[in-house]
């Protein structure tokens, strides 16, 4: 993990005190999913998704909408790569982005 990647994995982890039981559990499964998600855009962005990985695309979107419902967090998701693809709604509108429309983690 470079320095810049665990400044903002730690920044996530503050927003999310409070909110989660154990924030950085929770934030550290987050990013996962959201990596996972962020590398099927990037290949939808040269082909066409397989069958398989249009499932799991849903899937992953399903499983970050759930988590982030459960601590009363709203979710964002964009196909496009070259940014954020999977941006949290905190109820405070924190943000981590230019556009300021939500905090970016994947």
């Given at each position: 993990?470079t320095?810049?990647?665990?400044?903002?994995?730690?920044?996530?982890?503050?927003?999310l005190?409070?909110l989660?039981?154990?924030p950085i559990?929770?934030a550290?499964?987050l990013?996962?999913?959201a990596?996972?998600y962020?590398?099927?855009?990037?290949t939808?962005?040269n082909?066409?998704?397989?069958r398989r990985?249009?499932?799991?695309?849903?899937?992953?979107?399903?499983?970050?909408?759930?988590?982030?419902?459960?601590?009363?967090?709203?979710?964002?998701?964009?196909?496009?790569?070259?940014?954020?693809?999977?941006?949290?709604?905190?109820p405070?509108?924190?943000?981590?982005?230019?556009?300021?429309?939500?905090?970016?983690?994947?």
């Amino acid at each position: 993990m470079t320095r810049e990647q665990a400044r903002a994995f730690a920044d996530l982890a503050l927003r999310l005190d409070g909110l989660a039981l154990c924030p950085i559990d929770f934030a550290e499964g987050l990013v996962r999913l959201a990596r996972s998600y962020q590398r099927l855009q990037e290949t939808a962005c040269n082909r066409e998704l397989t069958r398989r990985e249009k499932t799991r695309e849903s899937n992953l979107e399903r499983r970050i909408a759930e988590e982030c419902k459960a601590i009363g967090l709203g979710v964002t998701f964009s196909g496009d790569p070259r940014g954020f693809v999977v941006k949290l709604q905190f109820p405070d509108g924190a943000s981590n982005t230019w556009g300021q429309d939500g905090w970016g983690i994947g």
